[in-house]
């Protein structure tokens, strides 16, 4: 392949086959991070920001894939090669620990790409650490690719000049080749030979502890890891074993996973992918680009036999990888099941060997790891990566497990590296040791229990008449396109493939009957079909209007406290349960994501659109649960990863604003939620907890719709007459003056009021006209009475304007109303209920009058030191939060690090055997001492009108 065979004046191309693989597999599940490959980079100097986007702007203007989009057009998918495109840099200067910059580089790294509308490329700063997050999606780059793109970027960022000049081959180009060998006769042959091996070779391995086949989108499966390191010794024994053996090192790695494999599968046959470079030509070696293709070996264990038999048995079939690496995986996948074989087992366990050198570990400027996606590309996938000991110059490498925990437990991780690490050492210590003598540690893990959850491919009874109807008519239709193609009769186990399909032709087909791409693949006949056609939905097909919507006058107030970077915390809702023993960690976190996606609200995206001058909600995707092993963590470690993952503010125009992470030790695991309160209220919340339990045990979801719009605003004019006069502050017994910026940084005490005065507080605000809401608000005006030489005051509490129809639909249905609670001129108890029963009638009329007009009216001038309006909050509830319902022991856990908007926020809860009162404090403003002082005069008020509602207030209330 030469330059000038090639047009180079192409902006708009075909996709490589390789890329065409993740496009499919990016349909999906969209926005899935599996493909992402986040470089965090720990800069060893100040980071020059200015310098860096100058750099990174001259790195997309060198390498055409950083500025390519893909698009479908008709039945064609196409890249598309933009003219200068700036790659998007990200500067946070919040003051954050390098701890916490970490955590918000992986948070970040999860949030997929848009590959039709947006380049695969972006940048996040973190100044005041110097860290940086260069976030690139695999459909642009490789691990080979990221050489040349690191020594671009040092040079780039020192000089502003390119190392080299612009290559005039480039990676489209590249592309067109690829397809036409691809159409090659020769090549075509190649591949159904190839295919013809694979359909006599053992199906998928199953491991021990293995799951049946959960459905889940190939691009969302959730993925554990585990690492390890190997030194330089033993990757010198793995040479010199390699050089014996007449192999390679690459052999000797995979022959060593081979062993393990047989242990835990009971087998001596597998089908094992692995990933070869494919970059068949000189010119491509500097190239930017995906080239990376999988070629499934087949490869046997013979028995009886010592490590050296092993090595020579697959020695061959390794090799021949290099030779199968020009047949284009999914064209092999394709051919395979025309075959009428299912379409699994090519690829669920991988080994990668990568050699290439690693991308920037020897730059002075910076150190990279490469982060954790949460995801996994394969059942089991084992990659070692040849490294150099920088102190002592010679060879060891890295080596990670990925896994899915959709298919296996997190304990597999670290059980089965131990095992494959006890494999290599007893091998490579004497290759010439029989296998059997050989022990490893732990072996293959315990069978689950049987699912709840129903799983892929089980044939069971066919699916109606008419269904497979409809089925074989949407196979017509696809097919029909096909210029050349006579279709006949389908029949219903016809094959898409086998009758003229590709997979481009599939995924149109599948969007129109809305059922994933995964699912279908496994299974791509007119029954299997007609099965998912007769099966809930999947949650990726609930969807929205695709317009973008304006947001309610409350999530537009929220939106604009989270550009405060002082208060962006405050208006998040996290929630922490424990589970006990019993709970499986991969059905859970399966039903976590089910959950997150099945909410248009929980995938959301929010942006400024300037035009219209208005803030607007999209549908994006939804985030993915991330499992982490805290086995062996420190208290103190653990504590502050649950406050970091309960506190990190979310990017609205980037991400979802939900998130989960799972933290699993041996007896427990541990549910750590938080969303924006843009998208989710106190109901909403309990909707959520709901439906993780019922899609955990398998049940089906109710409907989800798009949060209804609020009703329209009512007439302010009641209201804020009713307000007119009344002080917009209270003067609060701070024991700090207030400071520039409100904080948000709380603590909380709780006073109880026993069940009989409980009753008798209750039978008196029913004499009154009041419910436990309004008697709350007089309790409290009455309690700051007695601190303050205030009587007149004006609150904030909570109206619900959830729609009667939307039981199950999440959202911020929630508006902030004022209330004015005037004391003056009350003697007794039962004037501050009466007063505070007139209030509340004022209050509920104007219930649906948005706040922010109200604020406007009342207070215009407010500072950024305190709340608008009032810097008190008042709610009484009588239910509290419930845990997922798993079948096993949960409870919450309190929030650490308790965050709050105003500055005193009371809430009375009513747990049917007595009142609890809880008081969340700004500790700015506060001491500990002060905040438990006000509880006491709040108890002490509650009991007083228990006791005796004509009994009087207090001397000072006068």
């Known amino acids: 392949m030469t330059a000038e065979l090639l047009p180079t004046g192409v902006r708009v191309a075909t996709l490589s086959s390789a890329q065409e ?197 190939e691009g969302a499966r959730p993925g554990g890891q585990a690492g390890f390191d190997l030194d330089a010794e033993l990757v010198a024994a793995a040479e010199r074993v390699a050089k014996q053996t007449r192999s390679t090192p690459f052999v000797v790695f995979l022959a060593a996973y081979l062993e393990t494999l047989r242990r835990w599968a009971d087998r001596t046959e597998f089908v094992i992918g692995t990933s070869t470079v494919n970059r068949p030509h000189p010119a491509l070696e500097r190239m930017a680009g995906f080239f990376v293709n999988t070629v499934p070996m087949i490869l046997r264990c013979p028995d009886g036999g010592t490590f050296r038999d092993l090595v020579a048995a697959n020695r061959t079939e390794a090799f021949a990888s290099l030779r199968h690496q020009r047949l284009p995986f999914d064209q092999l996948v394709a051919e395979v099941a025309a075959r009428g074989t299912s379409r699994r087992g090519l690829a669920d366990i991988v080994f990668a060997y990568q050699n290439f050198p690693a991308p920037g570990i020897d730059e002075p400027l910076w150190t990279t790891e490469l982060l954790p996606t949460g995801t996994a590309k394969a059942d089991l996938l084992l990659i070692v990566e040849m490294t150099t000991d920088g102190a002592r110059g010679t060879n060891c490498a890295r080596g990670t497990l990925e896994f899915a925990t959709d298919r296996y437990p997190e304990q597999l991780g670290p059980r089965f590296v131990a095992d494959y690490l006890a494999v290599l050492d007893a091998v490579l210590a004497d290759p010439d040791r029989p296998l059997a003598d050989v022990r490893v540690p732990n072996g293959p893990l315990a069978a689950p229990r049987p699912p709840a959850e129903p799983v892929l491919a089980g044939r069971g009874a066919p699916p109606p008449a008419d269904v497979r109807r409809t089925a074989a008519n949407l196979f017509r239709t696809a097919l029909s396109t096909v210029d050349g193609l006579a279709v006949g009769r389908i029949g219903d186990d016809d094959n898409f493939f086998a009758l003229g399909g590709n997979s481009l032709l599939a995924i149109a087909m599948l969007g129109d009957a809305r059922v994933a791409p995964r699912e279908f693949l496994a299974d791509p006949t007119v029954t299997g079909l007609a099965r998912l056609l007769t099966r809930e939905p999947a949650p990726a097909a609930v969807a929205e209007p695709p317009a973008d919507r304006p947001l309610t006058s409350a999530q537009e107030r929220m939106w604009l406290q989270d ?218 005006a009455g309690t700051l009475a007695r601190h303050t030489a205030q009587r007149d005051f004006v609150f904030v509490f909570p109206w619900s304007q959830r729609p009667g129809a939307a039981t199950d639909v999440v959202g911020m249905f929630v508006n902030t109303v004022p209330i004015r609670v005037d004391l003056t001129g009350a003697r007794t108890w039962r004037d501050a209920l009466e007063r505070a029963a007139a209030a509340g009638a004022i209050g509920y009329r104007g219930a649906d009058v948005p706040f922010d007009e109200v604020a406007a009216a009342l207070h215009p001038a407010r500072d950024l030191g305190r709340p608008p309006v009032t810097p008190v909050y008042v709610d009484a509830t009588d239910t509290t939060p419930r845990p997922p319902d798993l079948g096993a022991a949960a409870r919450l856990w309190p929030l650490p690090a308790l965050k709050a908007k105003y500055e005193m926020e009371f809430t009375a809860v009513d747990s049917g055997d007595g009142l609890e009162f809880d008081l969340a404090y700004l500790t700015g403003l506060f001491d500990a001492a002060t905040a438990g002082a006000v509880a006491d005069t709040l108890l002490a008020c509650a009991t007083a009108l228990a006791d005796d509602p004509r009994s009087p207030l207090a001397e000072e209330t006068r």
């Open 21 to 217: 693989r993740l496009w499919l597999i990016e349909q999906s599940a969209p926005g899935s991070p599996m493909y992402s490959v986040p470089l965090f980079l720990r800069w060893t100097e100040p980071v020059d920001v200015a310098a860096l986007r100058v750099a990174l702007d001259g790195l997309v203007a060198r390498h055409d894939v950083l500025r390519t989009t893909y698009e479908r057009r008709g039945d064609q998918v196409v890249q598309v090669v933009a003219g200068q495109h700036p790659m998007p840099v990200e500067v946070v200067d919040d003051p954050l620990s390098p701890h916490e910059v970490r955590q918000d580089a992986v948070r970040r790294c999860r949030i997929g790409f848009d590959l039709a509308r947006t380049p695969p490329a972006r940048c996040v700063v973190w100044r005041a650490t110097g860290a940086v997050l260069l976030l690139i999606h695999h459909i642009a780059v490789d691990g080979w690719s990221l050489v040349p793109l690191f020594e671009d970027l040092a040079e780039l960022y020192r000089t502003g000049r390119a190392a080299a000049p612009v290559d005039e081959l480039r990676y489209v180009d590249y592309a067109q080749w690829d397809r036409q060998v691809s159409a090659d006769p020769v090549v075509r042959e190649e591949l159904r030979r190839r295919a013809d091996a694979l359909v006599a070779a053992p199906g998928p391995a199953r491991l021990g502890g293995a799951r049946p086949v959960a459905a889940t989108p």
């Open 563 to 780: 550009r405060m970077p002082h208060l962006r915390a405050a208006y998040l809702v996290p929630s922490i349960v424990e589970f006990g023993p019993g709970v499986d960690t991969g059905r859970l976190a399966a039903a976590v994501d089910r959950v997150l996606a099945h909410h248009p609200a929980l995938r959301s995206r929010f942006r400024l659109d300037r035009a219209a001058k208005r803030v607007v909600r999209a549908e994006g995707s939804a985030a993915r649960t991330t499992v982490t092993d805290v086995t062996g963590w420190p208290r103190d470690k653990l504590a502050d990863h649950v406050t970091t993952g309960s506190w990190t503010p979310f990017a609205l125009a980037d991400e979802a604003p939900a998130r989960a992470e799972l933290l699993v030790d041996d007896d427990r695991c541990v549910l750590v939620f938080c969303a924006h309160h843009l998208v989710l209220d106190g109901a909403s919340r309990q909707v959520v907890f709901d439906q993780i339990g019922a899609a955990y045990r398998g049940d089906p979801l109710a409907a989800a719709d798009a949060p209804a719009p609020p009703p329209p605003p009512a007439d302010a004019a009641e209201l804020i007459t009713a307000l007119a006069g009344a002080p917009t502050d209270i003067a609060l017994p701070h024991d700090r003056p207030r400071g520039a910026r409100q904080s948000i940084e709380a603590g909380s005490v709780r006073r109880r009021l026993g069940p009989a005065r409980t009753a008798q507080l209750r039978k008196a605000a029913a004499d009154a006209g009041c419910s436990l809401f309004l008697a709350t608000t007089a309790l409290v």
